[in-house]
């Protein structure tokens, strides 16, 4: 099992350390994944767009889902801090929905946010870290783009 992960053909599920996920085809140990511009931790965020603004490399080691379903955003703002800080380099994994407890990289009244999903009864909140900065009741249409997976802290 640790040859088949080490060329790719495998790799480990991180819902369960036990079980693994086959891949389509060995990854190489470089992949490129793309990035889409910052996603504000606070208010005032940028739009994601169609159009990658770079792509990065990365060690595909570090992913533990494909390289097709990761993306890139750098965060904006402090509102997440001390867990997510400005400069950071987030990868998401390509999803449309969420578990509450989940960190989101989410699109809100036309801002791109990173923000812990919540399901609070019937309503869904989006909730900081940082305890200076209030919760976000949805009340309007949320859009989640994907789920962060890693955290590349930025010093």
């Known amino acids: 099992l640790r040859q088949l992960e080490k060329k790719g053909y495998i790799k480990r599920d991180p819902g369960n350390s036990k079980d693994y996920i086959v891949m389509d085809a060995p990854e190489k140990q470089v992949v490129y994944i793309n990035k889409y511009g910052t996603a504000q931790c606070g208010p005032d965020g940028t739009m994601l767009s169609g159009d990658p603004i770079d792509r990065v490399p990365i060690a595909s080691s570090l992913l533990r889902f494909p390289s097709s379903e ?3 955003v750098e965060a904006k703002g402090n509102s997440m ?20 407890g989940d960190l989101v990289i989410c699109v809100y009244e036309e801002k791109v946010m990173i923000k812990q999903f919540l399901l609070v009864g019937n309503r869904i909140v989006l909730h900081s870290y940082n305890e200076d900065v209030g919760l976000i009741e949805v009340r309007n249409e949320l ?12 010093d």
């Open 70 to 72: 990761a993306f890139i």
């Open 81 to 100: 801090e001390p867990k997510i800080k400005s400069g950071d380099i987030i990868i998401g994994k390509k999803q449309n929905h969420a578990e509450s």
């Open 143 to 154: 859009r989640i783009e994907g789920i962060v997976k890693n955290i590349l802290h930025y």
